[in-house]
C-alpha cells in the first residue's frame, strides 16, 4: 500500500506545471559558434501633446479657518474658469492642499504666532498646448497666485515607441554584421533579445513663460525624444 502512494507522488510530480516566470528561468540555448552580445538604442522624435502644470493659491489670515476658506474661494473661481475654458473635469485634479503656521521670533522671547499660510493646489492637463497661455492668463486674474510648470508629454506614445523598437532591433543587427564581418563570421541568428525600456527623454527645463508679448503667456511645445534601448544575444559562425 505505501508502495502504491509514492508512485501516485511521483506521477502528481511529472504531471505538475511550474509557474510562468520558473518556466522561462529554465529556457537556455546552447550557441555553437560566437557569441555577440550588442546593445542598441531607437528614438524617435515627436510634438508633445498635452502639457501639464500645477496651478494654485496661497492665502494668509490671522485664523487657520480663514486662510483654508480664502484658499477655498479663490479656488472656486480658478475651477470655474478653467471649466469655462473647456478643461475636462477628469483633466483637473487637485493636488495638495496645507495649512502651516507663521511665526515671529523676537530676541530673547517665545516664538509668538502671527497667522497662518493655505496653499491649495490643482494639476492640470492641457490637450491644447498653444492656447494653454492665455487660460493661465485667465487663472492669475481669477485669483491663482502660484503657477509651475509645463511638463510637456506625449499621451499616447506606444506607436512612437514601437517605431523606436523597430530602429533599435535595425541597429542592433547592423552592428551585428559589422562585427561578424570585420571577423570573418556570419551572423547566423539571433539568440535572445530584451527590452529595458522605452522612454521620454526630458528635455531641458523650460520656463513656464517660455515667451512673453504684451503680457500673453505662451507656451511652444517643440519637439520630444522617446527611445527604447535593447539588449541582443548573436550567434556568429
Known amino acids: 500500500m505505501k508502495h ?25 540555448q546552447t550557441i555553437a559558434g560566437t557569441r555577440l552580445d550588442i546593445n542598441a538604442t531607437g528614438e524617435v522624435t515627436r510634438v508633445p501633446d498635452v502639457a501639464i502644470i500645477s496651478a494654485g493659491v496661497i492665502t494668509r489670515s490671522a485664523t487657520a479657518t480663514g486662510a483654508l476658506q480664502d484658499a477655498a474661494n479663490r479656488m472656486q473661481r480658478v475651477v470655474a474658469a478653467l471649466k469655462a475654458a473647456g478643461i475636462a473635469d477628469r483633466d483637473i485634479q487637485t493636488s495638495n492642499v496645507s495649512l502651516s503656521p507663521e511665526y515671529r521670533y523676537p530676541e530673547n522671547q517665545s516664538p509668538q504666532l502671527t497667522g497662518y499660510t493655505a496653499s491649495n493646489q490643482l494639476t492640470i492637463s492641457f490637450h491644447d498646448i498653444r492656447n494653454s497661455g492665455k487660460i493661465l492668463d485667465v487663472l492669475v486674474a481669477q485669483g491663482a497666485n502660484q503657477i509651475n510648470g509645463p511638463n510637456l508629454t506625449i499621451e499616447h506614445p506606444e506607436a512612437a515607441l514601437d517605431e523606436a523598437r523597430g530602429k533599435a532591433i535595425a541597429s542592433g543587427r547592423a552592428r551585428a554584421e559589422l562585427y561578424a564581418r570585420s571577423l570573418g563570421l556570419r551572423v547566423a541568428r539571433v539568440v535572445a533579445v530584451s527590452e529595458s525600456g ?34 541582443m544575444t548573436f550567434e556568429l559562425q
Open 198 to 231: 522605452g522612454y521620454a527623454v526630458p528635455p531641458p527645463a523650460p520656463p513656464m513663460m517660455a515667451r512673453a508679448e504684451a503680457a500673453q503667456t505662451k507656451i511652444e511645445p517643440g519637439e520630444q525624444k522617446l527611445q527604447v534601448n535593447v539588449a
Open 4 to 28: 502504491a502512494v509514492i508512485c501516485a507522488l511521483m506521477l502528481g510530480a511529472v504531471t505538475w506545471t511550474a509557474p510562468a516566470a520558473a518556466q522561462q528561468a529554465s529556457i537556455t
